[in-house]
């Protein structure tokens, strides 16, 4: 069972991420947070550019954070954004988790209010290329 502190531990890394997010063409503010293998916190937001699509994801911005530090597992990751629904990451960045994490690597799904939907990148990115198809 996931404990309540730790969750919203991650959830409050990724908020705090997405308000310095820099959006000014969208205005559409994401902020994501990765707890490593580890059990350390990276956050990340996403960053535009007037040259689309030069922007990066929060996700990416998140990993690479962690990247840096020299962890490489991702436990699970907390993914907060404005708006009617929630958001799910990209394509790119669903590979991107999927680089460092594995099937039942929990994304959790949330709006400025709290995380309302948890699943496994499984889920998100069935039949998921990895390094087996470079072997092929």
């Known amino acids: ?10 959830f409050a890394a990724a ?3 997405r308000e310095n997010a820099y959006a000014p063409y969208s205005g559409f ?9 580890s ?3 990276y956050a990340g937001c996403n960053v535009e550019n007037i040259s689309y699509p030069c922007g990066t994801c ?12 020299g962890d490489r597992k991702i436990r699970e990751i907390a ?8 958001i799910t990451p990209c394509g790119a960045c669903r590979q991107r988790i999927k680089e460092f994490g ?6 959790h799904l949330a709006g400025p209010q709290g995380i309302e939907k948890s699943v496994r990148l499984a889920d998100l990115l069935p039949l ?9």
């Open 128 to 136: 998921a290329f990895d390094e087996t198809e470079l072997k092929k």
């Open 15 to 17: 908020s705090r991420a």
């Open 29 to 37: 503010k994401v902020g994501a947070a990765v707890r490593s293998e």
């Open 39 to 41: 059990g350390k916190i």
């Open 102 to 107: 594995g099937p039942d690597t929990l994304i």
């Open 58 to 69: 929060a996700e990416a911005g998140a990993i690479a954070a962690m990247a840096a530090e």
């Open 79 to 86: 993914i907060v954004a404005g708006g009617s629904c929630l």
């Open 1 to 10: 069972m996931q404990d309540m502190n730790s969750l919203q531990e991650l």
